[in-house]
């Protein structure tokens, strides 16, 4: 990076200081780093400013093939991350690197000295604390899945809301299903997204698996499809948010292979997120065989190669139940579900394959624009290798239908819902749910070697545990320190 736009940069850094005090404070404040070793000078008004000159001083001298760098920054220059090690260095980097260092030399003796630090400490201790069922209230019911219940959960420490999943270890045992379980788990520690539900915390009892998620209040998009059909706008809004979704997904090599308007949720305001990764893996070489929901399978789920196995696959699926799902949400059925769909086979799971495998679906011009067609119908290709999405989520995004969006800001959530839901529990009711049927497992027994397989299940998302920490030191700037009780059950009892 040139001089001149470094002195440009401190430039504008220094009229963004803070402007109590006189202009002549922040002109004759701090004389910075010279010969590798700087000073600090502190205006009137009590702040420490820098000038536009002492900056670019600084972050020449920081850059990491300096001399300057390789003595009193070169902690500093370590705590980079990896990222930025792995990369050419540039501006920012640089910067970060004065900022630490400025830090370490002139601050951080007297802040390991002071009350701020202590509370550091007590923080990231409780960051590494397991979670149990003890540390969060159990509310309704919102779900059933196939392993047991989703209720609405409070965390008791922070009174943050939560969806907290349980699963019965010894039903995973009944089906089979401890891959399956153990690569959910997997697969959201590394997820984050505001377009796909994540993991913020998981634990385990004897019996049974947790995962706290992210609440989503607004409902499913099935359930809001049986009470209305959607609009063009509203559907555009949602298959845009679907899309970055699935994006990240599959930018994490991740195959969602579940996607239906039962899976998506919508939050309070109307933004939805992708649920349920019960079904999701990782892509490989060798992934093959069925997997989701009949009517949403794409055809190579369905077909097998001349030698009789089943064959592979890879993201495309994820873009053709895509496309069924935009075709669903602006028509009220899969295109492969409908009365058409059953009337080629007897049987009705079969006449859906018959139908992934044969039907035309119909785009009539009442619920399908022409740019709404034009998308479904190039997602819905049969051949995943000329399937919309094949290369990349870029390709979607730049079809017509999706022309007005504007791809930063949706991204940055910053896009206003065509949709919000009342301000009610958007869910079937308890009766409808039903209850977790624990007769079902009456005689499995888990062994020692069965149990080891959960070892390393549980996980603090350690973003989660961090914003619940600042939303308590705002709590307690507004309303002043908590004033515990020998019983209290306080939620803010351990911090």
Same mark, same amino acid.
């Given at each position: 990076?040139?001089?001149?736009? /470094?002195?440009?940069?401190?430039?504008?850094?220094?009229?963004?200081?803070?402007?109590?005090?006189?202009?002549?404070?922040?002109?004759?404040?701090?004389?910075?780093?010279?010969?590798?070793?700087?000073?600090?000078?502190?205006?009137?008004?009590?702040?420490?400013?820098? !000038?536009?000159?002492?900056?670019?001083?600084?972050?020449?001298?920081?850059?990491?093939?300096?001399?300057?760098?390789?003595?009193?920054?070169?902690?500093?220059?370590?705590?980079?991350?990896?990222?930025?090690?792995?990369?050419?260095?540039?501006? =920012?980097?640089?910067?970060?690197?004065?900022?630490?260092?400025?830090?370490?030399?002139?601050?951080?003796?007297?802040?390991?000295? +002071?009350? #701020?630090?202590?509370?550091?400490?007590? #923080?990231?201790?409780?960051?590494?604390?397991?979670?149990?069922?003890?540390?969060?209230?159990?509310?309704?019911?919102?779900?059933?899945?196939?392993?047991?219940?989703?209720?609405?959960?409070?965390?008791?420490? +922070?009174?943050?809301?939560?969806?907290?999943?349980?699963?019965?270890?010894?039903?995973?045992?009944?089906?089979?299903?401890?891959?399956?379980?153990?690569?959910?788990?997997?697969?959201?520690?590394?997820? !984050?997204?505001? #377009?796909? /539900?994540?993991?913020?915390?998981?634990?385990?009892?004897?019996?049974?698996?947790?995962?706290?998620?992210?609440?989503?209040?607004?409902?499913?998009?099935?359930?809001?499809?049986?009470?209305?059909? =959607?609009?063009?706008?509203?559907?555009?809004?949602?298959?845009? %948010?679907?899309?970055?979704? /699935?994006?990240?997904?599959?930018?994490?090599?991740?195959?969602?292979?579940?996607?239906?308007?039962?899976?998506?949720?919508?939050?309070?305001?109307?933004?939805?997120?992708?649920?349920?990764?019960?079904?999701?893996?990782?892509?490989?070489?060798?992934?093959?065989?069925?997997?989701?929901?009949?009517?949403?399978?794409?055809?190579?789920?369905?077909?097998?190669?001349?030698?009789?196995?089943?064959?592979?696959?890879?993201?495309? /699926?994820?873009?053709?139940?895509?496309?069924?799902?935009?075709?669903?949400?602006?028509?009220?059925?899969?295109? #492969?579900?409908? !009365?058409?769909?059953?009337?080629?086979?007897?049987?009705?799971?079969?006449?859906?394959?018959?139908?992934?495998?044969?039907?035309?679906?119909?785009?009539?011009?009442?619920?399908?624009?022409?740019?709404?067609?034009?998308?479904?119908?190039?997602?819905?290709?049969?051949?995943?290798?000329?399937?919309?999405?094949?290369?990349?989520?870029?390709?979607?995004?730049?079809?017509?239908?999706?022309?007005?969006?504007?791809?930063?800001?949706?991204?940055?959530?910053?896009?206003?819902?065509?949709?919000?839901?009342?301000?009610?529990?958007?869910?079937?009711?308890?009766?409808?749910?039903?209850?977790?049927?624990?007769?079902?497992?009456?005689?499995?027994?888990?062994?020692? %070697?069965? %149990?080891?397989?959960?070892?390393?299940?549980?996980?603090?998302?350690?973003?989660?545990?961090?914003?619940?920490?600042?939303?308590?030191?705002?709590?307690?700037?507004?309303?002043?320190?908590?004033?515990?009780?020998?019983?209290?059950?306080?939620?803010? !009892?351990?911090?």
């Amino acid at each position: 990076v040139s001089g001149d736009v /470094v002195r440009r940069l401190g430039s504008l850094l220094k009229r963004k200081l803070p402007t109590s005090g006189s202009e002549s404070d922040h002109e004759d404040s701090l004389n910075s780093v010279r010969n590798g070793s700087p000073t600090r000078t502190t205006s009137t008004s009590g702040h420490t400013t820098i !000038s536009a000159n002492d900056l670019s001083t600084l972050v020449v001298e920081n850059r990491p093939d300096s001399p300057a760098s390789r003595t009193g920054s070169q902690r500093s220059q370590r705590r980079l991350s990896t990222e930025s090690k792995a990369c050419s260095p540039t501006l =920012f980097d640089e910067l970060e690197a004065c900022v630490l260092c400025s830090l370490e030399q002139f601050h951080l003796k007297d802040f390991r000295s +002071s009350a #701020f630090h202590r509370r550091l400490i007590a #923080f990231l201790f409780l960051q590494k604390r397991r979670v149990s069922e003890d540390d969060f209230t159990v509310l309704r019911i919102l779900g059933r899945g196939g392993f047991g219940m989703v209720n609405g959960c409070i965390k008791r420490t +922070s009174a943050s809301l939560y969806a907290m999943k349980v699963m019965n270890k010894k039903m995973i045992k009944k089906k089979h299903a401890e891959k399956l379980c153990l690569a959910e788990r997997k697969i959201l520690a590394t997820i !984050s997204s505001p #377009f796909v /539900v994540c993991l913020k915390y998981a634990f385990q009892s004897p019996e049974e698996l947790f995962l706290v998620l992210d609440l989503r209040t607004g409902g499913d998009l099935s359930f809001h499809l049986n009470r209305a059909r =959607f609009s063009e706008t509203q559907v555009r809004f949602w298959a845009a %948010q679907i899309l970055l979704g /699935v994006q990240h997904l599959h930018e994490k090599n991740i195959v969602y292979r579940d996607l239906k308007p039962e899976n998506i949720l919508l939050d309070e305001k109307g933004n939805c997120s992708i649920s349920d990764l019960g079904l999701a893996v990782e892509v490989t070489p060798t992934l093959a065989g069925r997997c989701g929901t009949r009517g949403y399978w794409a055809p190579e789920m369905l077909l097998r190669d001349e030698n009789g196995n089943r064959m592979v696959y890879n993201h495309s /699926v994820d873009w053709w139940s895509y496309g069924c799902l935009v075709y669903e949400l602006l028509y009220g059925k899969c295109p #492969f579900r409908t !009365s058409k769909a059953k009337a080629l086979h007897e049987d009705k799971q079969q006449a859906y394959d018959k139908a992934t495998l044969e039907l035309t679906p119909s785009y009539d011009p009442k619920y399908f624009s022409t740019d709404a067609a034009e998308l479904i119908q190039q997602l819905l290709v049969r051949d995943p290798t000329k399937r919309l999405g094949a290369n990349g989520a870029d390709e979607v995004k730049r079809l017509k239908f999706f022309a007005s969006i504007d791809w930063a800001q949706m991204e940055q959530m910053q896009v206003t819902p065509p949709f919000v839901p009342d301000n009610e529990i958007n869910a079937a009711s308890q009766a409808d749910i039903g209850s977790f049927d624990i007769s079902a497992v009456k005689g499995v027994k888990l062994s020692d %070697q069965e %149990q080891a397989a959960y070892s390393n299940w549980d996980y603090v998302c350690p973003d989660t545990f961090q914003r619940e920490a600042v939303e308590y030191l705002v709590w307690e700037v507004k309303h002043g320190p908590c004033t515990i009780g020998a019983n209290s059950n306080s939620c803010c !009892s351990i911090l």
